[in-house]
């Protein structure tokens, strides 16, 4: 599984610059990101190289952060690939709450990061289906 940081954010200028600032500052790379907003604020997800450390320094920063398990999962770049994983997991009564892709150096594929009711079982689900799911380690190294 991938560890993935959540930062609640203030919808105002130059917040989600500040906030990438200090996550460069620390030497953190960014692997993916994804910001869902409404009027007054946002959430930020990430996928970093060093999800521990980076949890600190935003916490240490005043920011609001949580850190959640997710799934990422490389599937073959072609059309219909997507729609197979995710009838894969619906199949297994898992539920989706949320994904993004990402572009990355993984040949071939296309990632995708989800957030999943029941991470086990869509693990068991995906694997059952050949889908192969990428360790934490392997995509922070990407």
Not at 26 to 32: E, K, T, Y
Not at 68 to 85: F, M, N, R, Y
């Amino acid at each position: 599984m991938v560890k993935q940081i959540s930062v609640f954010l203030e919808n105002k200028e130059g917040r989600l610059a500040e906030v990438t600032k200090t996550i460069a500052d620390s030497g953190i790379n960014i692997r993916a990101m994804s910001i869902a907003d409404t009027k007054d604020f946002g959430i930020l997800r990430l996928i970093v190289d060093d999800p521990e450390l980076a949890s600190k320094v935003l916490k240490e920063a005043d920011l609001t952060v949580i850190v959640k398990d997710v799934l990422a999962i490389g599937i073959a770049d072609e059309p219909g690939s997507l729609s197979k994983t995710l009838a894969c997991i619906q199949k297994e009564d898992i539920e989706i709450e949320y994904m993004y892709a990402f572009l990355g150096k993984c040949e071939g594929k296309a990632l995708v990061i989800l957030k999943v009711s029941d991470n086990d079982k869509a693990i068991a689900a995906l694997d059952k289906n050949g889908i192969p799911v990428i360790d934490g380690q392997e995509l922070y190294n990407l």
